[in-house]
């Protein structure tokens, strides 16, 4: 369940935490996996749906199938989304450390 800050407001991914559950403007349902600023990696819940497509080849042949639909998706970072849970404890990746150059390997650099 969204918390009351969340809801009934559109939010962009971008601005979200990892692991948020969504549903978007369209209707689509998924999770937010993580985002930069270029895109959005979302996993989307397709409940086993598959959409009706059919088409007439050259030759007059109607084909009917249900295409199957992809478990992940890349979004832009600003879609505009409805929350619909948020972590309880989101991930947040760590910054790396820079390593810290110690006396002796700075002295062995200067010496040379």
Not at 28 to 47: E, F, P, S, W, Y
Not at 80 to 98: D, G, K
Request: charged fraction near 30%; charge should be neutral; include cysteine.
């Amino acid at each position: 369940m969204a918390t009351k800050l969340y809801r009934n407001r559109l939010y962009r991914l971008e601005f979200l935490p990892p692991g948020t559950k969504f549903r978007s403007v369209t209707g689509k349902t998924g999770t937010l996996i993580k985002c930069n600023a270029c895109r959005a990696l979302v996993k989307l819940d397709n409940d086993g749906e598959g959409k009706r497509v059919q088409f007439t080849d050259a030759d007059g042949n109607v084909h009917d199938f249900i295409a199957a639909t992809r478990g992940h998706g890349h979004w832009a970072p600003g879609t505009e989304v409805y929350v619909t849970e948020v972590p309880r404890f989101p991930y947040r990746e760590q910054p790396a450390q820079p390593e810290q150059p110690n006396a002796d390997s700075e002295k062995e650099w200067f010496d040379e």
